[in-house]
């Protein structure tokens, strides 16, 4: 195996916030050595299959399935834990896999079984603070641990290990590839009028989708002299267009936009979800953004994630209150007061600017290059 160029097999997927760290990790190695070769194992889910096809990766999605605690979805769990992990022992030993890295999610763990199975080494990059269940376990049989965020919240790495700081790796194609003029003609906007990003991240939300709807509906004001272009995931495309349409602000709706670097680089402003990706994203393109955490996550980690690029100066936390008309009365007042406020939205571009990262997918992947190969 010396000189031959390692093969890596990334595990996760369940939603763009697995799968975008991934290939901006591959991406890197790519650079670094190009005769590595990157392998992604992920769910079944559409958002998965769509974003590694969009980035010609070679990917083998698995029946993986959420943890449930009731018996049906327990049962489901089980058994295609114990299908993913038998197609992960294959696919490790038919590609001659050196190492698996683990981003976390339902479709690491039964991955890492594979790879522990199969006498691999894994990497585990922690996303979250606190992390997932999965991360927790994943952590104490790993050979390394990586995470985005510093974990304050409970120990979950075993005392042999460190952690170590390193970033959100964030793809090449989610950084801002020209002036906002001309990344807005890109998109079919106006390159002169300023623009608000309204995402959901990789699957849409149903509840800033609605808050949208009812805010053009009872307060169109807000929304003068901008534009909106509006990432909605695969539901409400067509109610969305209804009401930008009746208020007659200027808007384009797509589900999903695979080059997101446009997208950060049109906006002067931003409405975002906030999944460690969606936050790294925004402070790399020095967005000012309204984060609405999701909120049916009992370790409240994407409030946690947010309130890191709160504390920079360059965004502003609302909580999700789950209905169009509660969110809109608490985080309309918020979003008009950015929207005409250009002093203050300078302010905080320059504040994320001042406090802006390093590439760490190349951090990463020079770590992966270095590491011992598998057992």
């Known amino acids: ?188 906007l106006d390159p002169h009028l300023p623009t608000l990003l309204v995402t959901g991240a990789s699957q849409g939300s149903g509840s800033i989708n609605g808050m949208l709807i009812e805010l053009l509906s009872t307060s169109r004001w807000i929304f003068d002299r901008w534009q909106v272009l509006h990432l909605s995931g695969h539901s409400d495309q067509e109610l969305l267009r209804e009401a930008y349409a009746r208020a007659a602000v200027p808007a384009e709706v797509k589900p999903f936009h695979h080059q997101m670097g446009l997208a950060w680089g049109a906006a002067d402003v931003a409405i975002s979800r906030a999944g460690a990706s969606s936050v790294a994203e925004a402070w790399a393109n020095a967005v000012p953004t309204i984060f609405l955490p999701y909120p049916f996550h009992r370790d409240r980690h994407q409030h946690h994630n947010a309130q890191l690029m709160v504390d920079a100066g360059g965004a502003v936390i609302q909580p999700d209150e789950r209905t169009p008309e509660a969110n809109a009365r608490r985080a309309g007042p918020t979003l008009a007061a950015l929207l005409k406020d250009p002093q203050r939205r300078q302010t905080m571009r320059a504040s994320l600017r001042a406090l802006s990262k390093p590439d760490a997918a190349l951090e990463i992947a020079r770590l992966l290059l270095a590491s011992p190969r598998k057992r």
């Open 1 to 188: 195996m010396i000189g031959t160029p390692p093969t890596f097999l990334f595990a996760g997927g369940g939603s763009g916030g697995h799968i975008s760290p991934a290939l901006a990790i591959a991406e890197r190695i790519r650079q670094l050595e190009h005769a590595a070769r990157s392998l992604f194992i992920c769910s079944s889910r559409r958002i998965d299959s769509a974003m590694l096809s969009e980035a010609h990766a070679r990917f083998h999605p698995t029946p993986a399935s959420p943890f449930a605690s009731r018996p049906a979805g327990l049962a489901r769990f089980a058994l295609n834990f114990r299908r993913t992990a038998r197609t992960a022992c294959d696919l490790i030993r038919g590609e001659s896999v050196d190492r698996v890295v683990a981003l976390g999610g339902f479709v690491s763990g039964p991955v890492v079984l594979g790879a522990l199975r199969s006498r691999v080494p894994v990497t585990l990059v922690n996303l979250d603070d606190p992390p997932g269940r999965a991360n927790r376990w994943i952590a104490r049989v790993s050979e390394e641990v990586l995470s985005a965020v510093e974990v304050r919240h409970r120990p979950f790495l075993p005392r042999r290990l460190g952690e170590r700081v390193v970033g959100m790796p964030i793809r090449s194609s989610a950084i801002a590839p020209a002036d906002p003029p001309t990344c807005r003609s890109g998109l079919g």
